[in-house]
């Protein structure tokens, strides 16, 4: 086990050259540490410096910056220095390396991070969110991470529980009780009390498929006959050419993966090589490729040629196809055309008419994903979405036990085994903020930060 009160230091900033970098220490010993690592130019100890002051000096040989931030106001609520220097590899390693000789040790993915909630600056909740900040792949990303953060979700949560300690509180009042049996007007008081936390729950649960969406992204699949325009359509996506764009069918020999933003959904979207009978090695691993993507995929967009009929892959595609969401894009319609709309408006719902070349409808085929993920679902502010699927499980089965509470009550059960259900809720609720945790679950999250963070 860590010592979690001793003094740790890592690179906070990402590596490579950049104009600074940032060797953060944190702990007991951070001052001290800044006293033989950093010589300011004043000449004083920086032991000695205000809270939140910055110092110009050096690092041995290289200028630097001193940052102070003492207990319990800094962001793991420990005594903090951050040391900038200049952003290269050996600058960084270089301070780094000093501050760890002079009595700290590296620090440990996360374990910033971990201190600020260990040290109850912020619950788990929201050291989750800081994580997913880092990660965010779009500015929804961003604004739902950011709100967990700012406290969002815990504040949510919190309602929930308060409810439900309330409904304790009105139930405990009956055990003493000798007939240990609730009054009716209690159990009135208390089963409304519980209904009203389950519709709020439910009310948060329906809500996180999108906050999923917004936090991991959908999987989409782009799929279609050599030649109608794949990769013309992941190019206009992206506006930049990224997959190579040839008039030479299966050019696309394997497949490529971008995520593009789709007002505000981080999209994964694969463009597969649309390859159904394989000539050669090569080919047959990229259609077995292909296959799995589109097994994984949330929705399959299917691209066909506007200037041609209908030929027997496309045919053949349709059936592979049946039974996967799929938007259906008929592409180059800048050319004469030819393509058999009634057929494939007998097969698909969603018909999408582009120009990949000429960029028009690709505004319409971005809302087409859009509604398709959102359905006519009301739009709720991202930042108090749950989107972690490890609180989506929790406020689950924090339902279920609200459930068995009203069930119990209605049979007019013993009031502690009402009580048990009620706590055993709280008690999954309490673990989305941390409040019960095990150093198995701390191992988990932190596991998947960076050092420095
Ligand atoms: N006229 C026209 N040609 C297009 C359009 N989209 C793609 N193409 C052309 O069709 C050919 C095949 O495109 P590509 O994206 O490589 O198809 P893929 O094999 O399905 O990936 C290329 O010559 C493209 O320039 C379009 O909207 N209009
Ligand atoms: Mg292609």
């Given at each position: 086990m860590i010592d979690s009160r001793d003094t740790i230091a890592a690179i906070a900033t990402a590596?490579?050259?950049?104009?600074i970098g940032i060797v953060r220490i944190s702990g007991k010993k951070a001052l001290a540490i800044a006293d033989k690592v950093f010589k300011p130019k004043n000449g004083r100890k920086p032991s000695t410096f205000?809270?939140?002051?910055?110092?110009?000096?050096?690092?041995i040989d290289d200028e630097a910056l001193l940052t102070v931030m003492r207990s319990p106001k800094s962001f793991t609520r420990e005594d903090v220095v951050e040391i900038n220097c200049h952003g290269g590899i050996i600058a960084m390693r270089r301070a780094l390396d000093?501050?760890?000789v002079s009595g700290c040790r590296l620090a440990e993915p996360g374990e910033f991070t971990k201190r600020a909630f260990l040290n109850g600056r912020i619950d788990l909740a929201q050291a989750e969110a800081v994580l997913d900040i880092i990660r965010a792949k779009t500015d929804s990303s961003l604004k739902l991470g950011a709100g967990q953060l700012k406290g969002f979700l815990s504040s949510e949560i919190n309602t929930l529980r308060n409810s439900l300690l309330e409904a304790l509180a009105a139930l405990e009042a009956n055990i003493d009780f000798p007939e240990e049996e609730i009054t009716p007007a209690d159990s009135g008081k208390i089963k409304k009390r519980l209904l009203k936390t389950r519709e709020k729950l439910d009310a948060i649960l329906k809500a996180s498929q999108r906050g999923r969406v917004l936090r991991e992204g959908i999987h989409?699949?782009?799929?279609?006959?050599?030649?109608?325009?794949?990769?013309?359509?992941?190019?206009?996506?992206?506006?930049?050419?990224?997959s190579i764009v040839t008039s030479v069918a299966g050019t696309?020999?394997?497949?490529?993966?971008?995520?593009?933003?789709i007002n505000g959904i981080p999209v994964r979207i694969v463009d597969t090589a649309g390859i159904i009978e394989p000539r050669?090695?090569?080919?047959?691993?990229?259609?077995?490729?292909?296959?799995?993507?589109?097994?994984m995929a949330d929705i399959v967009i299917l691209v066909f040629d506007a200037s041609r009929k209908l030929n027997s892959q496309d045919k053949a595609l349709i059936l592979k196809l049946k039974s996967k969401p799929v938007i259906a894009v008929i592409n180059k319609i800048d050319l004469k055309q030819r393509i058999e709309k009634d057929k494939l408006a007998g097969y698909?719902?969603?018909?999408?008419?582009?120009?990949?070349?000429?960029?028009?409808?690709?505004?319409?085929?971005?809302?087409?994903?859009?509604?398709?993920?959102?359905?006519?679902?009301?739009?709720?502010?991202?930042?108090?979405?749950v989107s972690n699927m490890r609180h989506i499980e929790a406020l689950k089965e924090s339902g279920?036990?609200?459930?068995?509470?009203?069930?119990?009550?209605?049979?007019?059960?013993?009031?502690?085994?009402?009580?048990?259900?009620?706590?055993?809720?709280?008690?999954f609720l309490d673990d989305i903020l941390g409040k019960r945790f095990s150093e198995k679950l701390l191992d988990k999250i932190f596991n998947e930060f960076c050092i420095g963070k």
């Open positions: 590596p490579g050259e950049a104009g205000k809270t939140r002051t910055i110092h110009y000096g050096w690092v000093f501050a760890l989409a699949v782009i799929c279609g006959s050599p030649n109608v325009g794949k990769s013309s359509l992941l190019n206009a996506l992206l506006k930049q050419e990224r696309t020999r394997d497949t490529i993966e971008e995520i593009i933003d050669d090695l090569v080919e047959k691993k990229a259609v077995s490729r292909s296959r799995r993507y589109i097994n698909f719902k969603n018909i999408i008419f582009i120009s990949a070349r000429r960029l028009k409808g690709i505004d319409l085929f971005e809302k087409a994903i859009t509604d398709f993920i959102y359905g006519n679902s009301l739009i709720i502010p991202e930042h108090a979405l279920k036990f609200i459930d068995s509470a009203l069930k119990a009550i209605d049979k007019d059960l013993d009031i502690e085994l009402v009580s048990q259900d009620i706590k055993d809720a709280l008690g």
